[in-house]
């Protein structure tokens, strides 16, 4: 019924920067909050950053002043604009929507399948 599509990960050196998009199609009634998770290779899975409903973000303390989430309401689309990146960056990056969806009537999360940043040189 409702499915999260991520695009744009890659490969680029260290310094480098990447846009990914996540967008959000099916039977949507509103999307309430989306937000960006990452799992490293032997870590578990963290929050990067998260937007709201109402346009709050807040971010982690290891991407802040490097990472921009952002959203298009009109497109059900949200972004996260990396700058600077580090190694440490590599991750496959989740997109997240809590969402309340036609048929159900009620907040429910969705996970996408995931797009793989890769910062090396």
């Known amino acids: 019924q409702v499915h999260l599509v991520e695009s744009g990960g890659g490969l680029v050196q260290p310094g480098g920067s990447l846009r990914l998009s996540c967008a959000a199609s099916g039977s949507i009634f509103s999307i309430n909050g989306m937000g960006w998770y990452r799992q490293a290779p032997g870590k578990e899975r963290e929050l990067v950053a998260r937007?709201?409903?109402?346009?709050?973000?807040n971010y982690a303390d290891s991407v802040k002043g490097r990472f921009t989430i952002s959203r298009d309401s009109a497109k059900n689309t949200m972004y996260l604009q990396m700058s600077s990146l580090k190694t440490e960056d590599t991750a496959v990056y989740y997109c997240n929507a809590d969402l309340v969806t036609v048929l159900h009537g009620a907040t429910v999360g969705y996970w996408g399948q995931g797009t793989q940043v890769t910062v090396s040189s």
């Open positions: 937007i709201t409903r109402g346009g709050r973000v």
